[in-house]
């Protein structure tokens, strides 16, 4: 059975810092990209950060670059995300997402909330 669960979420005040964890199984993991997406309410879900299967590139969206940090532990099974200097307009429900292409699968979480403050 599939699983990516997801967990680090909570409320901070702007400018803290969270670091979300998403602990896979059911699957091959280093097979796959994964992915954190987020979705703010009355928004569409964007893609924030993710890390190719053997960690060696990374990509994020413009808003988050030099305050988020996306990794991966193999071994783990695992994804991270750092997330530092946080915004009010960080604020959004989290979701891990893992990916592959040949064949095509693709695995979300279920979603942690972020709440960014005062």
């Known amino acids: 059975q599939v699983q990516l669960v997801e967990s680090g979420g909570g409320l901070v005040q702007p400018g803290g810092s969270l670091r979300l964890s998403c602990a896979a199984s059911g699957f091959t993991f280093s097979n796959y990209r994964m992915s954190w997406y987020r979705q703010a309410p009355a928004k569409e879900r964007e893609l924030v950060a993710h890390i190719t299967s053997a960690g060696d590139t990374t990509n994020y969206l413009d808003s988050v670059k030099d305050r988020f940090t996306i990794s991966r532990d193999n071994a783990k099974n695992t994804v991270y995300l750092q997330m530092n200097s946080l915004k009010p307009e960080d604020t959004a429900v989290y979701y891990c997402?893992?990916?592959?292409?040949?064949?095509?699968?693709?695995?979300w979480g279920q979603g942690t909330q972020v709440t960014v403050s005062s």
């Open positions: 997402n893992a990916k592959r292409k040949y064949p095509t699968r693709e695995y």
